[in-house]
Nanobody, 127 residues
Framework: QVQLVESGGGSVQAGGSLRLDCSAS????????MAWFRQAPGEKREGVAS????????KYADSVKGRATISRNNRDNTLTLQMNSLQPGDTAIYYC????????????????????WGQGTQVTVSS
């Protein structure tokens, strides 16, 4: 079992930047694919970015391509999402998630494929 705790959320004006972090514990962090999701009130949970166990493969939602960078540090068991040029549409609760898979060819942005979740951190972007 892996435990996940997000941090780094807050309020920012449109055009600003935020760095979200996720700290993992309890299991070997590097054995899991990781991802960031977000959910705004009244909307479905949406995949933002995912990363393979060795950081060789990443995937981004079209809505954040060119503005978001996902990375991981398997030495200190942390996952990071750097977001730039933030827009009001980025306002949501952001969650980190983990899944253990038998392959590392592709990552997933489907929430149903991730069994381990953090508690979330709020990001608010004002216009």
């Amino acid at each position: 079992q892996v435990q996940l705790v997000e941090s780094g959320g807050g309020s920012v004006q449109a055009g600003g930047s935020l760095r979200l972090d996720c700290s993992a514990s309890g299991d070997v962090y590097s054995a899991y694919q990781m991802a960031w999701f977000r959910q705004a009130p009244g909307e479905k949970r949406e995949g933002v970015a995912s990363i393979s166990t060795g950081s060789k493969i990443t995937k981004y939602a079209d809505s954040v391509k060119g503005r978001a960078t996902i990375s991981r540090n398997n030495r200190d068991n942390t996952l990071t999402l750097q977001m730039n040029s933030l827009q009001p549409g980025d306002t949501a609760i952001y969650y980190c998630a983990a899944r253990k898979v038998g392959h590392d060819w592709q990552t997933s942005l489907s929430p149903a494929t991730y069994p381990h979740w953090g508690q979330g951190t709020q990001v608010t972007v004002s216009s």
